[in-house]
């Protein structure tokens, strides 16, 4: 069965996708070992044909189907980075926007894409993400928008870095081990870098460190990278390339700025140049990933310049990374400061939010409640929420009112907190750990991803023009299965968009959505 989406407010879609969510088996590096996955299309998580293409202000129209054999799973695919104003039912949360999809089943997502940047698209039920289902989603600037030259170079080369792990067991099985208590390797040094110690990297879908990316001498090439991953902040290297970060989530252009490497939390995107002068002698150069202290070093891929070919073998390991150096993005929050970017307005208020949890026993939330999903989307209630206020956290904000929200991290590991439909600046953090002392760049930077140190906070200031319900939660995919997030209601329900025609309902209605499906029975 088909359940309409989008529709009737929207201009006809310019662009339509179909992304078939099935289950998969994938290959490690050595060739040797099967192992369950979930897939887009049957193909390998990050692969680029899965990868979308739009210019910022198409319409998008993506039928996404449940094509899984293994037992009722529902599924769903959030645009991760995408603002969805005046679509909040498009942004793929269930319980939160919309009811999610059945198996067998596929929903219609139809949206104006917007911002300009690198984003991607992942599941957002259970640990489906985790297990595979995710793409890269690029979004060109639209005809006539201001660029910094870099930007408007007509020779510019692209490419898409999309970062996974490569799980040993699926998510949810390894979400009920560590309920049950069990050690599944974490890595901790003086504090929890990871639950789960998955070795393995994919690259673009490529595992074992065998992703190739040729650039010829005399080009000028932007990579545009996605930390995908479920469990770690990663640092990146490109061992001896020259890189420039000039551009960060969520499509905020930076003065340009020569790094070493490159800090990413969980759900952030940077986007950086590599130059390669004319006449430059051919050369590999080694793509590599490290955990936040500079340990469990893999390579990942190999950046072939001119002539050069590929090392052998590629086992995926790596010589540890060298110190950091003075010009490496330790933490991006401070600098670069945004290309043309403008002063964060006053605060009419601050909101404290408390992160709490652990894994004895293992429970992760916000203020001491663990988000349970709500059997009706918050945005489909009217209103009427009708969930256990002990299981959902709500934060009410007014359309343009300017809010801080102070995150208070008292746990041992840090948490990477996503904003779905806004932007915020990213005012200060702070913590016991090297890298967490941090002030905002001036003017501060616009982000939608914020990492959270541990035994320590972040500052965000938010200010919405996007009516709606947003979720807000940790990115560790295991802290948000075991229920930290909350909701950030922006306006009241009658500034809401209503929702489109043939929105899907499900679970117990309260009585104001009932309401209005009899004043309005075409909307349902």
Known sequence: AALAGGGGALAAATQARTLALRDGLGVNGTGEQLRWMASVNGLRPGDPANTINATAGETLAVEVRNEFASGARASSVHWHGLYQQGTPYMDGVPGVSFCGILPGQSFRYEFTVSPAGTHWYHSHSGGQYADGLAGALVVRPPPGAELPAWESAPDLEERVLLVMEWPAASAETEFAKLRAGEDLGGTYQQRMLADVFWPEWLLNGEPGGNAT????PGTTTRFRFINGAANYLVVLRAEGLPMRL????????????????????????????????????????????????????SVVGTVLVGGAEAPEPLDGSADPPPPRGTDEVSNTYGFPAPWRGQPAPPPSREVRLTLSGGDDPYKWGIDETYLEEPSVPLLLSGGQFGYKKDRVTLEKIGVGEVVDLVFVNPTM?????????????????????????????????RRDTVQVPPKGGARIR?????????????????????????????????EWPRPPAGTPVCGDAPGELLRLARAAPDLF
Do not use: K
């Open 213 to 216: 990316f040729r650039l010829e």
């Open 246 to 297: 000039v551009m960060t989530d969520p499509g905020q252009y930076v003065e340009p700025t020569r790094v070493e490497a490159i800090r990413a939390a969980i759900g952030e995107r940077y986007d950086f140049l590599v130059e390669v002068p004319a006449g430059a002698e051919a050369r590999a150069y080694r793509l590599t990933l490290s955990d936040d202290i500079g340990e469990n070093t």
């Open 413 to 445: 590991m840090g948490h990477p907190f996503h904003l779905h439909g806004n932007e915020f600046w990213v005012m200060e953090t702070w913590g016991e750990f090297p890298g967490s002392n941090v002030t905002a760049s001036d003017p501060p930077q």
């Open 462 to 494: 938010v200010q919405s023009q996007n009516p709606g319900v947003w979720f807000l939660h940790c990115h560790v995919d295991f802290h948000l299965m075991a229920g930290m997030a909350l909701v950030l209601q922006v306006g009241e329900p009658g």
